[in-house]
Antibody, heavy 122, light 107 residues
Framework: EVQLVESGGGLVQPGESLRLSCVASGFTFSSYWMSWVRQAPGKGLEWVADIKQDGSDKYYVDSVKGRFTISRDNAKNSLYLQLNSLRAEDTAVYYC???????????????WGQGTLVTVSS | AIRMTQSPSSFSASTGDRVTITCRASQGISSYLAWYQQKPGKAPNLLMYASSTLRSGVPSRFTGSGSGTDFTLTISCLQSEDFATYYCQQYYTYPFTFGPGTKVDIK
């Protein structure tokens, strides 16, 4: 069974940093594109970033470029999101999501974690 | 960025109804469109990809169609477990973008 388990969320003040983690199991993690998707309270879904299987390619939504960094450790079956210079508008549940093994199908997500809540408030 | 819109934003329906949700992209995305179902407090669940390919295990009452800029998700006979919010998402180009969602609730 595919499982994705996020952790690392919490309450931080504007300008602070946080590192989210996602541990994968039940599939060959190193074979898949992986993404982070967020959802502000009561709002819709927003794709944040994704990363290629070997970590060589990374893409971000404009609103987080230069502040967030996606990374992975295939030996640990883990995906990370480093969040710096946090703003109130970054408050959301952050989901780890599995893409695909091929570049053409990488952009839809067939498995999701339960999410971890990041709250940015003074 | 490609903007995705959905209509209606919400509506009420009854069990057994046939319902259709429309999704429109601000520019052509070929068939690079996915549909998700989300229930309160839960992560989204993939229903459909490549516009009309049903994910394994998803009931056949769900069908998708469209290409280019206009897409539809149809539920042929609404069941109680289908009351949820539905999102479309384009993965034609970065940044991947979602529609604002369509909430289907009980009439």
């Amino acid at each position: 069974e595919v499982q994705l388990v996020e952790s690392g969320g919490g309450l931080v003040q504007p300008g602070e940093s946080l590192r989210l983690s996602c541990v994968a199991s039940g599939f060959t993690f190193s074979s898949y594109w992986m993404s982070w998707v967020r959802q502000a309270p009561g709002k819709g879904l927003e794709w944040v970033a994704d990363i290629k299987q070997d970590g060589s390619d990374k893409y971000y939504v404009d609103s987080v470029k230069g502040r967030f960094t996606i990374s992975r450790d295939n030996a640990k079956n883990s995906l990370y999101l480093q969040l710096n210079s946090l703003r109130a508008e970054d408050t959301a549940v952050y989901y780890c999501a599995r893409g695909a093994t091929t570049v053409t199908a990488r952009g839809y997500f067939d498995s999701w974690g339960q999410g971890t809540l990041v709250t940015v408030s003074s | 960025a490609i903007r995705m819109t959905q209509s209606p934003s919400s509506f009420s329906a009854s069990t057994g109804d046939r319902v259709t949700i429309t999704c429109r992209a601000s520019q052509g995305i070929s068939s690079y469109l996915a549909w998700y179902q989300q229930k309160p407090g839960k992560a989204p669940n993939l229903l459909m990809y490549a516009s009309s390919t049903l994910r394994s295990g998803v009931p056949s009452r769900f069908t998708g169609s469209g290409s280019g800029t206009d897409f539809t998700l149809t539920i042929s006979c609404l069941q109680s477990e289908d009351f949820a919010t539905y999102y479309c998402q384009q993965y034609y180009t970065y940044p991947f973008t979602f529609g604002p969602g369509t909430k289907v609730d009980i009439k």
